[in-house]
């Protein structure tokens, strides 16, 4: 899914509640496929193997949900595996893969606006008449959802969003992308994600690090290098193989933490050599238009490109490269919401394979191991 970690044990309620938010905060229909492919992702969690046990009640309810759409279909052999799923056609697809209808998106839309109106009680109780009212009766008011049901919509906007939809449950049922799930080595200087929003997870190595962590900064440089030695021994345990029981929730977290940090750093400087592949093949154009350079590209933009080299770096053994860049643009489109144009008329085909070739050669060039706190 999107977040770094999973979240912790009882919350993806939350979550769900949060993408709500997301969604009928704003009317702006490119932030509206955003969050509608997190909340498609959220749905597939709801058919992982791996769930918390205080999650456990929250999927039983979405799957009966969406049972009708979905079932318990997924990945061969059952569950949700990393790297692994059905059979990829040519175009970048998964063959026999589930594929949520319009129906149920305005199901998953509808499910997440009543768990943010339930965690809204939660947070801060409301008194007033709208409280007593008709949560189904405030939601059909709602901006967004009398756009996804009105007859005058644009069916662009609906085709769209459902898109997103779809895109969202396949990521989520795929699992994370090799880009992200590469091994690094043991990395025990903490990233500043970790630093900022590590959540209060149980067990005693937790306890230890937020204690550390509480500690007033000491004037003494003796003192502060041994706050600092302590931590790195903390981050030490967390990569080896007999982590007590009681810090395994906290280990988990770290380890994970540190490897989608190395690796979606590495992600963007595929993504980024793959753009500049591109130009460079189509002499500074890009649908037509001069492009500009990479740092002119925004966040929503670039997660396509990086689309394109997870494609890239998943692709199968003996797979040649025009299939690959194939699939590889049709990710590439397919991250934007939109339809890929057909390969086979496709003219900027040589700029799409200049792209690949850019990527595979940054991949070879800093395939060794990132820099890391020893």
Known sequence: M???????PGMLHLHEAGHAYGLFTTKDP????????NLAQLCAAAWDDDLHDEDRAWAESYRKKFSRWIGDSGPPGGGHRV???PRRSPRGRFDGEPTPP??????AVQSAFFSMMEASKEMRPDTSERAVEDPMSRLHRTYLWRTLTSEDTAEELRAEALRAFRRGYRIGRRGKPGTLTRAIPPMLDAPAIWKLGAPALPGPSAARERA????????DPTELMEIEQELRALYTSAWRDDVPDEDRIWAARYRETCTLWVNQHRRGALAQSAYEGYLQSSDGRFGGEPAGPWRSVSAFAKEPWCSFVDRVEDAPEGESEPETAAAAAWEYWDAH?????????????????????????????DDGPPEMGR
Do not use: V, Y
């Open 337 to 365: 919401c939109r339809e890929a144009p057909p390969w086979d008329s496709d003219p900027d085909q040589a700029h799409w394979l200049a792209a690949l070739r850019a990527a595979r050669r940054k991949a070879q060039d």
């Open 102 to 107: 319009w129906p149920m998106l305005l199901e």
């Open 212 to 219: 550390l962590r509480a500690l007033p900064a000491p004037d």
């Open 30 to 37: 490119e932030l509206w496929k955003w969050h509608l492919e």
């Open 2 to 8: 999107r977040w770094l970690t999973k979240p912790p």
């Open 83 to 85: 790297n692994a799923g």
